[in-house]
């Protein structure tokens, strides 16, 4: 484990919510489903695997990169100085974007299944307000869960873009958008 994820971890282990960070196998997968985004919005970017992919795979898209725990976003700034680092809850960036034109994909890492309830609860009534208001947009999301990363209102639906094995644990990567 990379010693910056091991004391963010032990910092606060809700909100960091794995042990490893996301394989190249999966970051690359993450970064293949926000092909075609004039803006990528990545959320809980941690030591940055899936920012990394996402420099490579869509190289001259605007890429703003959101993190809560403030010694992350500091490495990830220093590692990637091209990249808008936000040291933020998704929340608030997210809110913040909603009337900005394009096609907007947000990609997340956010560990919904051990956030704080109030946490996971205000974001992603967040992120769907987000999607809902225009068709264009989507998440892209990943889950160790065998099932969607979290209920939502009828209006949008989940789709599994594909499950990635070579990561520990085995990961679902899901797309959120607004039914059309
Ligand atoms: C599972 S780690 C993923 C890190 C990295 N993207 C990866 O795939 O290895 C989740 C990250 O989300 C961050 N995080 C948790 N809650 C957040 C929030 N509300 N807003 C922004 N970042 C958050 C954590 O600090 C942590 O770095």
New binding site residues.
């Given amino acids: 484990m990379p010693v910056d994820l091991l004391f963010?971890m032990l910092r606060?282990p809700a909100?960091?919510?794995?042990v490893l960070?996301?394989s190249r196998t999966?970051?690359n997968a993450m970064a293949g489903a926000a092909v075609g985004a004039d803006t990528v919005i990545e959320?809980?970017?941690?030591?940055?695997?899936?920012t990394e992919a996402l420099l490579r795979r869509l190289p001259g898209v605007p890429l703003i990169a959101?993190?809560?725990?403030p010694a992350?976003a500091r490495r990830l700034q220093a590692r990637f100085p091209t990249v808008d680092v936000r040291q933020?809850?998704?929340?608030e960036v997210v809110d913040g974007l909603i009337e900005r034109p394009g096609r907007l994909v947000l990609v997340s890492?956010?560990?919904f299944r051990s956030?704080p309830k109030e946490?996971a609860a205000a974001?992603v009534d967040s992120l769907c307000r987000f999607l809902a208001h225009d068709g264009e947009r989507k998440l892209v999301q990943f889950t160790y869960q065998p099932r969607a990363p979290f209920a939502v209102p009828r209006h949008l639906r989940w789709q599994r873009r594909t499950v990635v094995w070579r990561n520990t644990p085995p990961a679902g990567v899901w797309e959120l958008q607004a039914v059309r």
Wanted: overall charge neutral; hydrophobic content about 50%; cysteine-free.
């Fill in positions: 963010a606060n909100s960091t919510g794995a960070p996301s999966l970051a959320l809980g970017a941690g030591t940055g695997p899936v959101v993190e809560l725990q992350l933020a809850a998704a929340k890492s956010l560990p956030l946490v974001t």
